[in-house]
């Protein structure tokens, strides 16, 4: 969920530069029902007036997918590349913003003037077409904010990396004086592998099958399904795609001219015509998405097709952290049908859009920046690479969430840390993270949930019996009578008893008859649920 600020000018009055606003997305443990994560943009609407626009470096979700949600609090014009702007413009407009907010850029030499920075948008390699790094000159020094990258001579889609580029960037005026950089993998200690370097590996495993293939990689690495594609063609196999999201950054790889020769596709009700040995789907859900095409097929027939026994299910993609569960449950349903899951074979099968940790290195000497800020990855990453910087005599800082650095010095100096936590986009509404909403959420998914009406009369007399309802809890318990009844017995020995004064008073019935309720079930079901308690009082004429 990336959002950096730059800002220039008198303490307290700088004036600002935003970029990126991504999400991240959430889990049943921390974040359950949630849509969606992003930063929490409080600090960037309170000084609103000094921004001056917004820079999105590539279309990945981590750094575009904020846009429809943070973009209407700030209403700054956003620059972007081509295939960056298309993909901005789509969230835009579904989320009925008007898509003309964004301003398409043509990288360097093209500047654009932004208060008192000048910015350039530099080509890198990553994972999806038009990445883009940023030159940012200040009248304090030359910012450069590689955005997501990696090196790489030959990314199939794409500029490939140029260092002829970046040697210039380094030479001009006074050199770079602080270097952002992606850190993500920092502890890979090889040099990275070229995009192009897939090609006959996967062309040699596709044409060794007899069964469907099914591949799946992220949507938005077009040069990867461009490379699927063409080793499906070559092994004379017709080509579906499946998934929304996929087709959708196809199309818009097309339209923006990024993408060329893209192979023939068939949509899916002309697929389950052909053989099996002449058909290969490239689907969505490489994370094991529940209800990404590849989890779908995972269950049974999607859109008519199925797998069967003979089948290939491909994962060219790396699983992230935290969503091995998903991918594994989807690779034992196929295993249970038949299917051969290859997985990427230590990357045989699939290279990172990322610069390991030589590639960063060679980045440091090309740029020689006088300082380096780690950014992109955990914190161990952070941490790893603000110490080789400094192993090499570049001053550098780990700056956690929230921090504002300095750089207009020798080294960087933390001068403050503002609140900066987590926006919840929870079905339309956007929450913050610890607004109560979503431990409440969590508390009632845990202890489950009671439910206690009780009716007093004008005279503060209980009418009748309280009336128990359970949600998220077994009937009975230890003694086999419905929990319920228990729990009404004795709120009605309570209520008889109860001192009216404590009748007559709301949150001393609340507190009673919660403490009741928790204790009953304790001792029945061994649990304490949440409870929520209805006093309802008929009121004197
Ligand atoms: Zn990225």
């Not at 994560?37 to 007036?49: F, K, P, R, S």
């Not at 907010?101 to 994972?127: M, Y």
């Not at 992220?218 to 004379?236: D, H, I, Q, W, Y």
């Not at 290859?342 to 990322?354: E, F, I, N, R």
Request: charged letters at 25%; one cysteine or more; aromatic letters at 4%.
């Amino acid at each position: 969920m990336n959002a950096y600020v730059y800002g220039y000018g008198a303490e307290g009055k700088e004036r600002l530069i935003v970029v990126d606003l991504g999400v991240t997305f959430p889990d049943m443990d921390g974040s359950p029902g949630v849509d969606l994560i992003m930063a929490d943009a409080g600090w960037l609407e309170e000084n609103v007036d000094r921004i001056e626009a917004v820079f999105i470096t590539h279309a990945h979700e981590d750094h575009i997918g904020a846009l429809p949600h943070l973009w209407p609090r700030l209403k700054k014009p956003i620059y972007a590349r081509r295939f960056t702007a298309k993909i901005g413009a789509l969230k835009l407009e579904e989320a009925g913003i008007a898509s003309d907010q964004i301003h398409v850029v043509e990288p360097r030499p093209q500047v654009i003037e932004a208060g008192p920075f000048k910015v350039q948008f530099v080509p890198v390699s990553h994972s999806i077409p038009e990445s883009s790094a940023l030159v940012i000159d200040t009248p304090a020094g030359r910012v450069v904010h590689t955005g997501d990258f990696k090196l790489d001579g030959n990314p199939i889609v794409g500029e490939a990396f140029d260092p002829m580029l970046w040697h210039q960037i380094a030479k001009e005026g006074e050199g770079v004086k602080v270097l952002v950089c992606d850190s993500t993998n920092v502890f890979s200690h090889q040099p990275g592998r070229s995009e192009a370097t897939l090609a006959a590996p996967l062309t040699e495993l596709i044409a060794a099958q007899e069964g469907m293939i099914v591949a799946t990689t992220f949507a938005s690495n077009v040069a990867r399904l461009k490379t699927l594609a063409e080793a499906g063609r070559a092994a004379g196999r017709s080509i579906c795609l499946l998934g929304r999201a996929m087709k959708k950054m196809v199309t818009a790889a097309e339209e923006t001219g990024v993408l060329k020769g893209f192979p023939g596709t068939i949509p899916a009700e002309q697929a389950v015509e052909i053989p099996r040995n002449n058909l290969m789907l490239i689907v969505t859900g490489s994370q094991g998405e529940r209800r990404a095409a590849s989890a779908q097929l995972s269950r049974g027939k999607y859109l008519g097709l199925e797998m069967k026994e003979g089948d290939t299910f491909l994962f060219s993609s790396k699983t992230i952290p935290g969503n091995e569960r998903g991918v594994i449950r989807i690779m034992n349903a196929f295993s249970e049908m038949g299917v051969d899951v290859v997985d990427d074979h230590g990357g045989k099968y699939h290279t990172s859009g990322h610069a390991n940790r030589p590639d960063l290195e060679a980045v440091h000497d090309l740029l020689r920046p006088k300082m380096l800020v780690p950014m992109h990855g955990e914190h161990r990453h952070l941490r790893e690479h603000a110490k080789i910087a400094m192993s090499k005599g570049i001053a550098s800082e780990v700056a956690t969430n929230g921090t504002m650095l300095d750089l207009t010095g020798d080294a960087p100096k933390v001068v403050e840390y503002i609140e900066a936590g987590r926006t919840y986009l929870d079905g339309s509404v956007l929450i913050g993270a610890l607004d109560g909403v979503v431990r409440d959420r969590i508390r009632m998914a845990l202890n489950g949930h009671v439910l206690i009406t009780v009716i007093i009369d004008e005279d503060d007399v209980p009418l009748g019996d309280a009336w128990v309802e359970l949600m998220g809890l077994p009937e009975t318990g230890k003694r086999g009578v419905p929990l319920a009844d228990q729990i009404e017995d004795e709120l009605a020995e309570f209520l008889e008893r109860a001192p009216d004064k404590v009748l007559a008073n709301d949150s001393k019935m609340d507190e009673a008859i919660r403490r009741i309720a928790r204790q009953v079930s304790m001792e029945e079901i061994g649990k304490k649920p949440e409870v929520t308690v209805v006093v309802s009082r008929l009121l004197a004429e």
